[in-house]
């Protein structure tokens, strides 16, 4: 395959992940129905609608006509007069669209079938020259005519605007449509995506968790990610995928706002963003009436039921659904993905309280989306602390060093991975300055019983120099130890013969445990490391 395969800002990419919805909706048009499709930014609504007008153009006695885009001029007799015109027929003002479709079929060579689909659907929810948005007008009359054309089938997509055309102005076409959600790609379904590397640099196990960790299987994430490690035609590490996303966040900023602009858009009288905001709360299982009170007190013009605030969320990205939808309790989780790691990061004081203050919003992070840290393994086995393996466990400490490293960027540090080797291995010390401020922060991950875990904190120490001021050490595990601060303690941080303070968490704190540290280094210089024992959940 010559030059770069990806394209993430292609409505026609190269390579293509056949969608979940294309058979069923192909089905339904050949057969006088309607349907909308929804998905936020980036799912690939533009790249959907061609697999489905290839599928149903298979049929050489049904045309397929593709809208994409409202006229310029937002009425109802702007939309007519544009569909009038790509089907080649003429169009007087104040004609409807059942007079458009009489004379279309009328023809000669009329076909037995006209499928109709509409891109950009949120668009006709805008106002435009007119004092009410023609989409209600306008699909309503397309509607009326579906209804009594067999012959004629009708698809749009949308997002926000859909619930806007249907809450605020109602929309008799949307009552009758089937609705077919895209969501983010899964590790097992995007192998097809990643194939082009294979003749050239594979890309290792390691960078794609940490592809699917930061992009959280959104298409045109993910594609973003692969065109540019593409660009390095060499073998790819996961620090490749945080330089990568850091890139992203600081280039298009305003493309994350959009991506998150279904949950934070005012008209949806903030239902969605509480909802979010409640599941990062309470990852899993949750009931249904604990979702519904995070928004039954707001006001707004449109009064979205939860769920609706469900079905956005889902197709935006920012949570995935593992249970049915009207299950009580639901089961529900944030993804980890780029739109998880965006908040401001004021400062709080010297460089080690803020250190502590970030470091504990990414662990809160990691947390409450812990499932996306764990990779199938083939055989059942026992892990490292003994436990049952149940074909799951946590991804390689490089994996998370690497979502740390993007957290941090993104929180306004300037976050690099030390590059020294020893004892085959790469160090996963993250060393971190902010503000251009000469000073300096070490993070260290280890994973509770793999690789050198004990000598952590011997590790930060050589690594500590007059412009470090603070440090901290993340131990993982996936474990349920009881008695693991007491082992820590007595294994880890006691043969050190270092003064040892325990630290307070916060009430509901995802840290087990915390201990100051405080030790003298081979140069005489003291070191002070803060020891966080967190563990994360399968919620499996």
């Not at 061609?50 to 593709?66: H, I, N, P």
């Not at 194939?195 to 994430?221: N, Y």
């Not at 026992?382 to 490089?398: D, H, I, Q």
Request: some cysteine; charged content about 30%.
């Amino acid at each position: 395959m010559s030059g770069n395969p990806y394209n993430w800002q292609s409505h026609s990419p190269q390579i293509q992940i056949p969608r979940s919805g294309v058979e069923r909706a192909a089905e339904l048009l050949r057969h006088n129905g309607s349907a909308v499709v929804m998905g936020g930014r980036g799912m690939g609504k533009s790249v959907f609608l061609g697999q489905l007008k290839t599928d149903l153009e298979r049929d050489e006695r049904a045309q397929v006509l593709l809208v994409e885009a409202p006229p310029p001029t937002l009425t109802v007799d702007a939309c007519l007069s544009q569909l009038a015109r790509k089907l080649k027929v003429p169009f007087a003002a104040g004609s409807d669209s059942r007079e458009i479709f009489d004379a279309f079929f009328a023809r000669a060579d009329a076909p037995d079938r006209l499928v109709l689909l509409f891109d950009e659907f949120d668009r006709y929810a805008e106002k435009g020259a007119s004092s009410q948005p023609p989409g209600r007008g306008f699909f309503n009359d397309l509607e009326a005519s579906r209804r009594s054309l067999p012959r004629l089938s009708i698809l749009a997509t949308g997002s926000i605007g859909v619930f806007i055309v249907r809450d605020v102005l109602g929309s008799s076409f949307l009552a009758r449509a089937l609705y077919l959600p895209l969501r983010p790609f899964l590790r097992s379904t995007a192998d097809a995506l990643v194939r082009p590397f294979a003749d050239r640099h594979p890309l290792s196990e390691d960078v794609l968790d940490a592809l699917f960790l930061a992009s959280g299987g959104i298409p045109a994430l993910l594609t973003y990610g692969l065109q540019e490690l593409w660009r390095l035609d060499r073998e790819v590490t996961v620090d490749d995928v945080t330089t990568v996303y850091k890139t992203f966040e600081k280039d298009y900023r305003e493309y994350l706002r959009d991506l998150l602009s279904a949950l934070m858009d005012p008209r949806l009288s903030d239902a969605p963003r509480r909802v979010w905001e409640r599941i990062q709360e309470e990852p899993g299982r949750i009931t249904r009436s604990r979702l519904k009170a995070a928004f039954d007190s707001i006001s707004g013009s449109l009064r979205l039921s939860l769920d609706y605030a469900l079905y956005l969320l889902e197709v935006t990205g920012a949570v995935r659904i593992e249970s049915e939808a009207h299950d009580n309790p639901i089961v529900v989780r944030p993804i980890t993905s780029l739109l998880d790691l965006s908040r401001d990061s004021e400062p709080k004081g010297d460089l080690r309280t803020q250190l502590l203050e970030d470091l504990s919003w990414l662990l809160a992070r990691l947390h409450r989306s812990s499932a996306d840290f764990f990779r199938p393994v083939r055989e059942r086995s026992a892990g490292p602390s003994g436990t049952p393996g149940e074909g799951k466990r946590l991804v390689p400490e490089s994996v998370f060093a690497a979502h740390l490293a993007l957290g941090f960027g993104i929180l306004g540090w300037r976050a690099e991975r030390e590059a020294q080797r020893g004892a085959g291995r790469t160090d996963l010390l993250l060393r971190l300055r902010r503000n251009g401020d000469e000073q300096t922060a070490v993070v260290e991950l280890k994973i509770w019983g793999r690789n050198d875990y004990q000598e952590a904190h011997r590790q930060v120490e050589g690594y500590w120099t007059h412009d470090v001021v603070a440090a901290a050490v993340v131990q993982l595990t996936d474990a349920e130890l009881t008695d693991w601060p007491e082992r820590y303690r007595r294994e880890c941080l006691e043969p050190l013969g270092a003064r040892i303070e325990e630290g307070t968490m916060a009430e509901g704190s995802p840290i087990r445990a915390r201990y100051l540290c405080v030790s003298s280094t081979a140069d005489g210089l003291e070191a002070r490391v803060d020891h966080f024992l967190f563990r994360l959940p399968r919620r499996s």
